[in-house]
């Protein structure tokens, strides 16, 4: 939002010329439109399309023939969602004592969009400077019952204060000789505990009362506008996409990650995440991660068109610079998600203080379950096996490859009805029926249980943890669902030069295998060993949130507790792990930069993001 120039109006100018004459100026009120300027600002009298109107809650004297005036508004107070675009700010005429528009401002194109959701209060503090002719003789007319609170109000305030502001949540662990995974809770932290459920019940969390964590929320976002038309909860609400993308807000923060030695010469690595402004502390925006993996769907125009929707089967065995193109097609502000993964590794470790993700959240989808063919049939909707066992279930999306997994000549995305016993006498097994057309089954085809529709947490909504945690179902962190597992997914931005990265955070300047400017080398050299646990993330002073491996010989319980794929050359990188057998080696730590950008694959997806 931009308001570049407050204009004083001709009818504000002839009231100013009074000031001289001794007459004094009363500001009474101030107006919030949503109108187009068609003309001169100049010229105004009133607004195009009056919303609100104000009352003045301060008027300061700045300089001889200058006042500063303050109003506030809040968007409840509005009977519908508006665009921001027009101030004005009403005097009344010593003369005639009529309220005359003084000054007047358009933000034009750049208004911000005020949504009147009760669940997304807003509160705008305006203040305009405004020129008069003599500044001592102008006053204000003020309306009591604005301006004083009542006790009560005062309370609340107070209370709420202390609840949602001044807070300052940190974390640090010994980092020479040790591989311990946890961390120390230290200042606002200290004495919190944090926890996810693994089976659906309710557990308790502190930082689910604390921000930014309790302001982590599903909501649908509107692809055009970038706003939010609803909340997980709220009437309108659709994980479906029929009421717009569905994702999770990050509401702004303030954060700090550092090292520092003690009187001892131990380093320490420090991480905060803070509520408020202070000094050291870098900002992070606004920003909205896709609660899903990322799918696709063809448009009229055979555009195809990333999505963040439950019931779907993910997009997979794309490149990195289709999955882009997939995100971009949405609109303004979607991308693929990018540096802001660190951001929310460092919410992640902030609240729950260890590294073991799978272990505080649960496994996530890290298995895979395969099964033959025992007999061959023609134009049927079903695959005769040995057994179904624990990784086959009504609802699971399978496919069946020609001899083995990883390929679906046979069907593909298909998925289970039912599952019957089966014996004809000379076969006993299962009968495992899936949706689709028929397909011809020969001996030895393979059924395996390929990327999952999501959806899998919804009855979670914002919470983290899993509703089954048995390696085949997906994991939530604060409403994002397969934050890690399910599917290794592209990180955007980095790209990685014989184990060094290179980061660029211009989404508009993305692009594969550049490792110049606007892509700025990281200060530190990756790790070189492949498949290997890690037990050490790198800092650069100059992107701190951007921690990849640097040192091996972890373990799944020591270090980060994840996994680090490599090689050099020229390589993209992805986070999360897949569903495979390799299910320790997954987490929101895992790392791989193996894959050249040219690179597809049956386990590789993406999540978009959006930023505004």
């Given at each position: 939002m931009g308001f570049e120039k407050v204009y004083i109006t001709k009818q504000g100018a002839l009231l100013a010329a009074k000031t001289l004459q001794g007459k004094k100026i009363e500001f009474d009120h101030a107006e919030v439109g949503s109108g187009n300027l068609s003309g001169n600002a100049v010229d105004k009298t009133a607004l195009t399309t009056k919303v609100l109107e104000c009352p003045i809650q301060k008027v300061e004297i700045t300089e001889e023939t200058q006042a500063k005036v303050s109003f506030i508004f809040k968007n409840t107070d509005a009977n519908n969602a508006f665009y921001f675009r027009e101030i004005g700010l009403f005097a009344i005429d010593p003369d005639t004592k009529a309220k005359v528009l003084y000054a007047y401002a358009n933000a034009g194109t750049t208004a911000e969009y005020i949504n009147n959701s009760i669940a997304e209060k807003i509160e705008k503090h305006i203040t305009i400077n405004v020129i008069v002719d003599n500044a001592s003789n102008v006053t204000i007319t003020l309306d009591a019952s604005e301006i004083y609170v009542t006790e009560q109000d005062l309370q609340n305030a107070l209370q709420n204060a202390k609840l949602y502001s001044g807070k300052n949540?940190?974390?640090?662990?010994?980092?020479?000789?040790?591989?311990?995974?946890?961390?120390?809770?230290?200042?606002?932290?200290?004495?919190?505990?944090?926890?996810?459920?693994?089976?659906g019940t309710e557990v308790a969390n502190d930082f689910d009362n604390l921000y930014p964590w309790s302001h982590m929320r599903r909501c649908n976002v509107d692809a055009a506008t970038g706003q939010v038309l609803a909340y997980y909860g709220e009437t309108g609400y659709k994980a479906d996409g029929t009421n717009g993308e569905v994702m999770v807000k990050i509401p702004e923060f303030w954060w700090k990650r550092e090292r520092l030695p003690d009187e001892f010469g131990n380093v320490y690595e420090y991480i905060y995440i803070a509520d408020y402004a202070r000094a050291g502390y870098i900002k992070s925006e606004e920003f909205f991660v896709g609660a899903y993996?990322?799918?696709?769907?063809?448009?009229?125009?055979?555009?195809?068109?990333?999505?963040?929707?439950?019931?779907?089967?993910?997009?997979?065995?794309?490149?990195k610079a289709n999955f882009r193109t997939y995100a971009k097609a949405l609109g303004t502000g979607w991308q693929l998600m990018d540096y802001h993964y660190f951001l929310l590794q460092m919410l992640y470790l902030v609240e729950y203080a260890h590294y073991n993700s799978q272990s505080m959240l649960g496994n996530g989808i890290v298995a895979m379950s395969t099964a033959k063919a025992l007999l061959a049939e023609n134009n049927t909707n079903r695959i005769i096996v040995t057994s179904a066992g624990t990784g086959f279930w009504i609802g699971k999306t399978i496919c069946i490859g020609a001899t083995d997994a990883w390929n679906s000549s046979v069907a593909a995305d298909r998925e289970i009805t039912s599952i019957e016993d089966y014996s004809d006498g000379s076969i006993t097994g299962k009968a495992i029926h899936f949706s689709g057309d028929p397909v011809n089954i020969a001996v030895d085809n393979v059924i395996w249980g390929s990327a999952q529709k999501t959806g899998g947490n919804d009855a979670l909504g914002n919470a983290s943890g899993s509703l089954n945690n048995n390696n085949y179902h997906p994991v939530n962190y604060r409403g994002i669902e397969d934050i890690f597992g399910h599917m290794w997914q592209h990180i955007?931005?980095?790209?990685?030069?014989?184990?060094?990265?290179?980061?660029?955070?211009?989404?508009?300047?993305?692009?594969?295998?550049?490792?110049?400017?606007?892509?700025?080398?990281?200060?530190?050299?990756?790790?070189?060993?492949?498949?290997?646990?890690?037990?050490?993330?790198?800092?650069?002073?100059?992107?701190?949130?951007?921690?990849?491996?640097?040192?091996?010989?972890?373990?799944?319980?020591?270090?980060?507790?994840?996994?680090?794929?490599?090689?050099?050359?020229?390589?993209?990188?992805?986070?999360?792990?897949?569903?495979?057998?390799?299910?320790?080696?997954?987490?929101?730590?895992?790392?791989?930069?193996?894959?050249?950008?040219?690179?597809?694959?049956?386990?590789?997806?993406a999540r978009l993001l959006m930023t505004r």
């Open positions: 949540y940190g974390i640090k662990r010994l980092i020479t000789d040790n591989t311990l995974p946890n961390w120390t809770r230290i200042a606002d932290a200290e004495g919190l505990t944090a926890s996810a459920t693994k089976n993996l990322l799918s696709t769907e063809e448009t009229e125009e055979s555009t195809i068109v990333a999505h963040s929707r439950s019931g779907v089967v993910p997009r997979y065995s794309t490149t955007d931005g980095l790209n990685i030069k014989d184990y060094v990265a290179y980061i660029c955070k211009d989404p508009d300047n993305y692009t594969n295998d550049k490792f110049d400017a606007p892509y700025e080398k990281i200060g530190y050299v990756n790790a070189n060993t492949t498949d290997s646990y890690i037990k050490k993330l790198g800092l650069d002073e100059k992107y701190p949130e951007v921690a990849l491996p640097v040192e091996v010989a972890g373990s799944s319980s020591t270090g980060a507790c994840d996994s680090y794929w490599c090689s050099e050359g020229n390589r993209i990188a992805y986070v999360g792990g897949y569903f495979h057998i390799y299910w320790t080696k997954a987490g929101f730590f895992a790392w791989t930069c193996y894959y050249t950008s040219s690179s597809t694959s049956w386990g590789c997806g």
